[in-house]
């Protein structure tokens, strides 16, 4: 199900998307330093189970956060047997069987609303959502879609549980369907072409995901719009990138809204990737991190400063490269070629 934007980089990852099946959406899918402060200058990050403006950053580190120690965990899908390898940034590790690769969209989220990532999928042929709740470790499924939707589960409502959502292309539009934690009640929003790309994300900074996508330009190097519905701030429209580029958001500059940021592959497989990354705060940062043929993104917190670190996991070694917002780069080497990153699925 995954359709990376550049040729060379599909040709690359075949067997690994084939592998994956409709679990790898997380990829394109539609037919498509700074020093390190001083001690005393850091602020406190926001832990896990922080709510209210700011905290949308805390949502997607919480996704994947599977031991609740306000860090990221470096963790891979795995489909040869189904099974989720995480590696507790606090210590040891984790191995759960769940899900079908062939079957299922990987959907890492805080159902349960406890601060700790859940194991989720979406079942792509009946529409059900299956999870392991980490507050309890009980099973829970929900249906929630068609086959053909896309998950976009985020924190819509703001009470610091991930929402069910999904993205229906229907009559060359796109509809939002969230299902509200908070209530139990659900909304429909048209919003996008079918051809356009769900990128979802806090960009008003209220603690609430708001609906948003990307719209490629009338040629691969026109640039593309992103059109966000905010949940407090009303319509934003902003132009970054261009319509090939893969779609990485995150607060990276920690100012408690999602940036838009765009990532760049290269003419070989050899290039670097570009990140480019519009700061909410102000300004711009263009970073070359990561390799086109070899590497997919895997943004997040993993350091738990409060700010999304650039970040790709490496198919032909398994491994992480973190280039960490608080200083330096990281390489962790978990997985196996074929594997793949959960932290991928905030890719568009």
Not at 68 to 75: L, N
Not at 185 to 190: A, D, I, L, M
Not at 215 to 240: D, E, H, I, K
Request: hydrophobic residues 30%.
């Amino acid at each position: 199900m995954v359709c990376l934007k550049n040729a060379l980089r599909s040709m690359v990852f075949l067997l690994l998307l084939l592998s994956l099946g409709v679990g790898a959406y997380a990829q394109k899918s539609v037919a498509k330093r700074t020093l390190k402060p001083s001690a005393a200058a850091l602020p406190v990050p926001l832990s896990n189970s922080s709510l209210g403006p700011g905290t949308g950053n805390v949502r997607m580190r919480a996704a994947a956060d599977y031991d609740g120690d306000g860090k990221a965990d470096f963790t891979v899908f795995r489909p040869e047997g189904n099974v989720w390898w995480v590696n507790k940034s606090s210590g040891g590790y984790e191995a759960t069987k769940f899900g079908l690769a062939t079957h299922d969209y990987i959907t890492p989220g805080d159902y349960d609303g406890d601060g700790k990532g859940d194991v989720s999928i979406f079942r792509d042929s009946d529409g059900v959502w299956w999870r392991i709740n980490s507050s309890t470790g009980t099973v829970s499924a929900q249906q929630w879609g068609m086959s053909g939707d896309e998950p976009v589960a985020r924190d819509y409502d703001g009470d610091g549980k991930t929402d069910l959502a999904i993205v229906r292309r229907t009559n060359g539009v796109m509809v939002w369907w969230i299902l509200r934690s908070s209530d139990g009640q659900y909304s429909g929003t048209t919003w996008g072409y079918a051809t356009d790309y769900a990128t979802p994300g806090d960009y008003d900074g209220d603690g609430k995901f708001d609906i948003s996508i990307q719209r490629p330009g009338p040629t691969p190097t026109s640039g593309a719009t992103f059109w966000t519905l905010g949940s407090s701030s009303g319509v934003q429209s902003v132009q970054w990138g261009y319509g090939t580029d893969l779609v990485v958001p995150g607060d990276y500059d920690g100012d408690g809204k999602t940036d838009y940021a765009v990532v760049r592959e290269g003419e070989t497989g050899a290039s670097a990737l570009t990140w480019y990354i519009l700061k909410s705060s102000g300004g711009f940062d263009a970073v070359q991190f990561g390799a086109t043929g070899t590497d997919l993104t895997a943004q997040n917190d993993f350091d738990g400063d409060g700010k999304t670190d650039i970040a790709v996991w490496r198919n032909s070694d398994g491994t992480f490269w973190v280039n960490k917002s608080s200083g330096g780069v990281q390489a962790y080497h978990w997985g196996q070629p074929s594997d793949y990153p959960t932290t991928s699925f905030d890719t568009h």
